[in-house]
C-alpha cells in the first residue's frame, strides 16, 4: 500500500501486507517447499493406549522399494522435552501412552513409499492397564503413566505424583467467611468436551543437513524460537546446530506452539544426510498432535439479596492427555480466571491435572478461559434468575472498575469493562428482547456474558534497521499464523517513523537472526511485541535526530519527524533533511548503520503476595488485561431440539485498535469458532481410540452457521505502557461465546444446560426434564 504523505496508519484498516500472495496462490506453506533430493518422512502409530514395547522387526520396511532409513525409539537418545515438565521423548521410547502416538518413522524416495514402509514395522508390545478418564486416573491402584515423573525436570514448582501432572491452588479472602455472610449461595458441575483446532494447514516440516552437520528446519510452528527448544532437548543437540525458519502458516489456535513432527524429521534428515519433509495428513493431524482440555468444573457462588458477590470457590479437573505439554499451563491459568471481571473478595480457585492414555491436550485459543467461563457466567445467570435481577444489571453492578485489581492483586492499568457492558447491551437490544417472537414450534432467547484476557507475557525483542535509502526494516521473530501481526506491527514502525508504509518491511522469523520472541500465543504480539518494535523505532528516531542536529547545527530538542521521511526544524518551513540523506552520512561517514533495537520481559507479578495465595502457578508474571462481553440471539427448535444462532454481539476493550478491520476479524473469527464448541464440535472417542479424526466425522461452523448479523464492536481504553494504547484481542472474542449461547437457550426454554456441546439431542432431553418438573 502506498501512503504519500504518510498519513497516520494507527487505527486504520491497512489491508494485510500478505494479501496479495495469498489470493493468488503464491503463498508458501511447509507442503509447498522443496529441496533437491528430498524425501519423504511417514510415521507409524501405536495401536495400543498403553503398552510396553518389547521389540521391533524392521527388516520389512527397510527392504521396501525407496527405503532410505527407518528408525524407532532405539534409535533416540533419552532426552526429553517439555514446555512446563520435560516428559516427552521424540518419538515412542520403551513405552506407548495414546493410540497414535509414534513408534516407527520411515524416509524414502516418495510419499507414498514411505506410508507403504511404515506399516510394513512390526512391534511387539505387552498391554497396560489404559486410563481413559481422570476418575480413573486418580483411582486407588490406577496404572501410573509416567512411572519417572519424579525425576522429570519442571520448570515450575509443581505439585504431582502418580498420575497427577499438577495441582495449582490460588486464594484471595477468607471464602468460610464469605460464604457465612452470604444471603444466597448456587452451586453447580459443569462439563465442556475436547475440541479440536482443525487449522487450515495440518502440521509439517522440512529438514535439511548442511555439509558442516547443521540443521536447517522449516516448519508450520507458533515460535521458530520453541521449536528450536523443543528439537535440541529432545534429540540432545546443542541450539547453535539447529536454525529454524517459519514459511506461511495457516493457521494455529495453539496447535503448533509446542512441537509436533519436527523432531521427527530433523533426526530422519540426520540419519540420511538428505532433505526431509512430512507433512501430517487431517487424520493424523486429529489423532497425534493436540487438542482442548475437557474440563470438568465445580463453581459454588455466594451473593447478597442485592445482587452483590461475596465469594466463590471453582474446583477444576483436567484431563491433560499421556503428557504434559501446555497443560500446567492451562490450568493455572484457567484458575486465575476462574473469578471473571468481577469483584468478588472472598475467592478460592483450585485445580487437579492428571494424565491419561489420550492424546495430548494442549494450548487452544483461550488458553482454558472458554470453559472456565461457561461455567461461571451460566451460573450468574442460574443467581440472577433466583434473586429475580436482570443478568446485565447483576454483573454491572459488580464489574470490575478503574480501581479495583484482578484475582491475585494485579492493578488493572486500563479497564474498558463497564462499556463493553453498556455497548452491548444497547446494540443487541437487551431491553426489548421480550418483545422478540418465533415462530410456532420455535423459540427464541437472548444470552448475555463477559470475559478478560491478558496479553502481557514472558520475553521478546525487536529490531528496526534503516537501510542506506532511508527506509527500513522490521524483525521481531514473531511468527505471523494468519492472524495479522506482521501487519500490525509494521503499522507501529510506520507510524511512530511517520514513514509510508511501504518503506516498511517485515523479515521472516528465523532463529539465526530474529532477536528472541517467546511466541505468538496468549494474545501477546500486538502488546508485549508491539512495545519492544514500538521501543526500538523509537531508538532510531532518537539517532536520526541526533545525526540531523548535527547536520543543521541545531539542537536535537528543536527538531521533529516529518511525515513522509524526513526530519525538520521545529517552526522552521523548509529547514527539513529526507531520510535517505541521514541514513546515508551514517553509513558512509560518521556514527555507522542506524539500527534500533529493545528487548524486554514481562515482569508484573501475576500475584501480591500481600493479598492472595498461590501454590504451583505456573506463571508468576502475566498481565494487561483485556475486557469483552458477548450477546446472543438463538432460536431453538422444539422438535430436534437444535439450536440456531440468529444475530451476535460481540464487544471488546483492545486499548487501542492498530487496525481495526483486524481487530474486527478476530473478534468475528472467535466468535465463530466459540459457536462450534458450544453447539456441536466434540472429539468423540470410541475406548481409547479417536472415532471422529476426520472432516466427514467432525463438524465445524461454516457459513451456515455462523450467523449473518454477526456484530464486531470495538471499545479502546488505552494501556497506559501498550503501543499507542494497544491491548490484545486473539483470544477474548471466543471466552464467553459458549456462556452467551447457553444463557440464551435458557432464556429461550427454560432450560439449563451446565455440559457441552448444546447438541439437539441434549437440548431436546432437557426441553422433555423441563417440562416434567412444571408439569
Same mark, same amino acid.
Given at each position: ?30 507442503a ?19 503398552a510396553?514395547?518389547?521389540?521391533y522387526?524392521?527388516?520389512a ?6 527405503v ?29 501412552r ?64 502418580g498420575?497427577?501432572?499438577?495441582r495449582?491452588?490460588?486464594?484471595e ?7 457465612r455472610?452470604s444471603?444466597?449461595?448456587v ?13 487450515l ?18 516448519s ?22 539447529l536454525r529454524c ?10 496447535n ?14 540426520l540419519a540420511?544426510?538428505r ?6 495428513t487431517?487424520?493424523?493431524?486429529f ?19 442485592d445482587?452483590?458477590?461475596v ?28 473469578r471473571g471481571p ?14 491419561t ?10 488458553f ?5 467461563t ?12 433466583q ?10 453492578r459488580n ?6 485489581r ?11 469493562l ?31 456474558a ?49 514513514l509510508?508504509?511501504d518503506?516498511?518491511?517485515v ?36 539517532q536520526?535526530?541526533?545525526h ?5 547545527e541545531c ?9 513522509g ?12 533533511l529526507?531520510?535517505?540523506a ?9 556514527g ?25 502457578l505456573?506463571?508468576p508474571?502475566? $498481565?494487561?488485561?483485556?475486557?469483552? =462481553? *458477548? +450477546? %446472543? ?10 439450536? &440456531?444462532? @440468529? ?38 472417542f ?17 457459513s ?25 484481542? $486473539?483470544e477474548?472474542g471466543?471466552? =464467553? *461465546? +459458549? %456462556? ?10 427454560? &432450560?439449563? @444446560? ?12 432437557a ?8 408439569g
Amino acid at each position: 500500500m502506498t501512503t504519500p504523505d504518510a498519513a497516520p496508519v494507527v487505527g486504520q484498516s491497512v489491508p494485510r501486507l500478505e494479501v496479495r500472495e495469498k489470493l493468488t496462490g503464491r503463498a508458501q506453506y511447509v507442503a509447498d517447499l522443496y529441496r533437491p533430493r528430498m524425501l519423504h518422512g511417514a510415521i507409524l502409530g501405536s495401536p495400543h493406549a498403553h503398552a510396553r514395547i518389547k521389540s521391533y522387526d524392521v527388516s520389512a520396511a527397510r527392504a521396501a522399494p525407496g527405503v532410505h532409513c527407518v528408525l524407532t525409539g532405539e534409535d533416540f537418545g533419552d532426552h526429553r522435552m517439555g514446555a512446563f515438565i520435560k516428559d516427552e521423548h521424540a518419538i515412542a521410547k520403551g513405552k506407548v501412552r495414546y493410540v497414535g502416538e509414534p513408534v516407527a518413522v520411515v524416509a524414502a524416495e516418495t510419499e507414498a513409499q514411505a506410508r507403504a514402509a511404515a506399516r510394513l514395522v512390526e512391534v511387539e508390545y505387552e498391554e497396560l492397564p489404559a486410563i481413559l478418564t481422570p476418575a480413573a486416573a486418580l483411582a486407588p491402584g490406577a496404572a501410573v503413566i509416567h512411572e519417572e515423573l519424579a525425576s522429570y525436570f519442571k520448570v515450575f514448582d509443581a505439585v504431582c505424583g502418580g498420575n497427577v501432572c499438577s495441582r495449582t491452588e490460588l486464594a484471595e479472602g477468607d471464602v468460610e467467611r464469605g460464604f457465612r455472610e452470604s444471603d444466597l449461595f448456587v452451586e453447580g458441575r459443569y462439563r465442556t468436551q475436547p475440541q479440536a483446532h482443525v487449522s487450515l494447514e495440518p502440521c509439517g516440516a522440512l529438514a535439511e543437513v548442511d555439509a558442516a552437520g547443521r540443521v536447517t528446519l522449516w516448519s508450520a510452528n507458533q515460535s521458530v524460537f520453541r521449536v528450536q527448544a523443543n528439537v535440541c532437548e529432545s534429540l540432545g543437540l546443542p541450539m547453535s546446530r539447529l536454525r529454524c525458519l517459519t514459511p506461511r502458516v495457516g493457521a494455529g489456535f495453539g496447535n503448533k506452539m509446542e512441537a509436533h513432527v519436527q523432531p521427527i524429521v530433523v533426526k530422519l534428515a540426520l540419519a540420511t544426510g538428505r532433505p526431509v519433509r512430512l507433512v501430517l495428513t487431517r487424520e493424523e493431524d486429529f489423532e497425534i498432535v493436540r487438542a482442548r482440555h475437557p474440563f470438568e468444573v465445580r463453581v459454588r457462588t455466594g451473593v447478597k439479596r442485592d445482587g452483590t458477590f461475596v465469594a466463590r470457590e471453582v474446583e477444576v479437573l483436567l484431563d491433560g492427555g499421556a503428557y504434559a505439554d501446555d497443560s500446567p499451563g492451562v490450568l493455572g491459568y484457567s484458575l486465575l480466571m476462574a473469578r471473571g471481571p468481577y469483584r468478588i473478595p472472598h475467592t478460592r480457585c483450585r485445580g487437579t491435572l492428571v494424565y491419561t492414555n489420550k492424546l495430548r491436550f494442549g494450548a487452544f485459543r483461550g488458553f482454558g478461559n472458554p470453559q472456565v467461563t461457561f461455567a461461571t457466567e451460566t451460573q450468574i445467570d442460574e443467581i440472577a434468575a433466583q434473586l429475580g435481577i436482570d443478568p446485565v444489571e447483576i454483573r454491572r453492578r459488580n464489574a470490575l472498575g478503574a480501581d479495583d485489581r484482578w484475582f491475585g492483586g494485579q492493578a488493572l492499568a486500563s479497564n474498558g469493562l463497564p462499556e463493553c457492558i453498556d455497548v452491548a447491551e444497547r446494540e443487541s437490544g437487551w431491553n426489548a428482547r421480550a418483545a422478540a417472537r418465533a415462530a410456532p414450534g420455535r423459540r427464541r432467547g437472548l444470552g448475555f456474558a463477559c470475559t478478560a484476557h491478558i496479553g502481557g507475557l514472558l520475553g521478546t525483542g525487536a529490531i528496526v534497521r534503516m537501510l542506506e535509502d532511508g527506509t527500513v526494516v522490521l524483525n521481531t521473530g514473531a511468527v505471523d499464523i494468519g492472524q495479522g501481526s506482521d501487519t500490525v506491527l509494521t503499522q507501529i514502525v510506520a507510524e511512530a517513523l511517520k514513514l509510508p508504509l511501504d518503506q516498511v518491511s517485515v523479515a521472516s522469523p528465523d532463529t539465526d537472526g530474529s532477536p528472541y520472541n517467546w511466541g505468538t500465543t496468549a494474545s501477546r504480539v500486538t502488546y508485549t511485541t508491539g512495545r519492544a518494535v514500538l521501543a526500538a523505532a523509537r531508538e532510531v528516531e532518537r539517532q536520526v535526530k541526533a545525526h540531523a542536529a548535527e547536520m543543521l547545527e541545531c539542537a536535537e530538542a528543536d527538531l521533529e519527524l516529518l511525515p513522509g521521511g524526513a526530519v525538520g526544524l521545529k517552526g522552521v518551513p523548509g529547514k527539513t533533511l529526507p531520510f535517505v540523506a541521514i541514513s546515508a552520512r551514517a553509513h558512509w561517514r560518521k556514527g555507522g548503520p542506524i539500527v534500533g533495537t529493545n528487548t524486554w520481559v514481562f515482569d508484573r507479578p501475576t500475584v501480591d503476595p500481600k493479598r492472595a495465595v498461590a501454590t504451583g502457578l505456573p506463571f508468576p508474571q502475566i $498481565g494487561v488485561y483485556s475486557f469483552g =462481553a *458477548v +450477546a %446472543a440471539e438463538v432460536e431453538v427448535d422444539e422438535v430436534t431440539g437444535q439450536v &440456531a444462532v @440468529l444475530r451476535a454481539w460481540t464487544v471488546a476493550d483492545v486499548g487501542r485498535a492498530i487496525n481495526r478491520a483486524s481487530v474486527e476479524g478476530q473478534l468475528e473469527g472467535a466468535f465463530a469458532q466459540g459457536l462450534g464448541f458450544a453447539l456441536f464440535e466434540a472429539l468423540v472417542f470410541d475406548g481409547p481410540r479417536l472415532a471422529n479424526p476426520t472432516l466427514m466425522d467432525y463438524k465445524v461452523p461454516t457459513s451456515l452457521e455462523v450467523p449473518y448479523e454477526l456484530h464486531a464492536h470495538i471499545v479502546e481504553h488505552p494501556e497506559p505502557d501498550g503501543p499507542f494504547g494497544a491491548k490484545g484481542v $486473539g483470544e477474548i472474542g471466543i471466552n =464467553a *461465546v +459458549a %456462556a452467551a449461547i447457553a444463557n440464551a437457550v435458557a432464556a429461550a426454554t427454560g &432450560a439449563r @444446560l451446565r455440559e457441552l456441546p448444546l447438541t439437539g439431542e441434549r437440548v431436546l432431553g432437557a426441553l422433555a426434564a423441563a417440562a416434567a418438573n412444571t408439569g
